[in-house]
């Protein structure tokens, strides 16, 4: 079974420009979260979308960031325009919905480094 | 402050225990995660224990939770090479919930 995958690894912009971060979770599972680490200070979360409705979106920093999970599959992530205080990590993670026991835990890609110059 | 801390860096040598701690506030915490996240790689799920336990085994995996004190320990027996990570301790009110994470501590394993 693949696991979770993002693109791109790695992406170096310019204040001001836009970039966008995709996730593909495991095949099945309804559940999709964002979270970023930024600096090496703690993971934080972002938002968790239940198929393609957001079921939240507390963590969200600002109006620059929207993300998307168009059909319920991979989400996207895009940040406009991209400010210095958003470089980091950024991970994804999928779930199954609760009731399948030890897969609902979360499954976490290798993560988006994004460095805003 | 933070809702889960945790010391920032571990030294330790190779055939020796390592244990890394971690206090959280939150106190309806339901799951409580360790995360292992080597070099490069995503994060990588250890072991989780749930609220109602004080210690989960497994292998050389030791989970021990104080729930009164808000305390949570990840000991690892006879440390490897392959132990060096950031080792990331989480909470959530469930599986399916948001993760709330500390900050990691770096494990680094000397011979």
């Known amino acids: 079974e693949a696991g979770v995958t993002q693109f791109p690894s790695h992406s170096v912009i310019e204040k001001g420009q836009t970039v966008t971060l995709r996730c593909d979770p495991i095949s099945g599972h309804d559940n999709l979260y964002w979270y970023r680490r930024v600096m090496g200070k703690e993971i934080k979360f972002l938002l968790h979308f239940v198929k393609e409705s957001k079921q939240d979106e507390s963590g969200m920093p600002n109006n620059r960031f929207l993300a998307e999970r168009t059909g319920g599959t991979y989400s996207t992530l895009k940040v406009q325009p991209a400010e210095l205080e958003d470089s980091g990590v950024y991970f994804c993670?999928?779930?199954?919905?609760?009731?399948?026991?030890?897969?609902?835990?979360?499954?976490f890609g290798p993560g988006t480094r994004l460095l805003v110059l | 402050g933070e809702d889960v801390e945790q010391s920032l860096f571990l030294s330790v040598r190779e055939g020796d225990s390592s244990v890394i701690n971690c206090t959280y506030t939150d106190s309806s915490s339901t799951y409580l995660y360790w995360y292992k996240q080597e070099p490069g790689a995503g994060l990588q799920l250890l072991t989780y224990?749930?609220?109602?336990?004080d210690m989960k085994q497994d292998q050389r995996l030791t989970v021990l939770l104080n729930k009164k004190d808000k305390h949570l320990s990840l000991r690892i027996a006879d440390t490897q090479t392959g132990d060096s990570a950031i080792y990331f301790c989480?909470?959530?009110?469930?599986?399916?919930?948001?993760?709330?994470f500390g900050a990691g501590t770096t494990v680094t394993v000397r011979a």
């Open positions: 224990i749930f609220s109602n336990m």
């Open positions: 993670a999928s779930s199954h919905p609760t009731g399948w026991g030890v897969q609902e835990t979360q499954y």
């Open positions: 989480a909470e959530s009110m469930n599986h399916d919930y948001k993760l709330s």
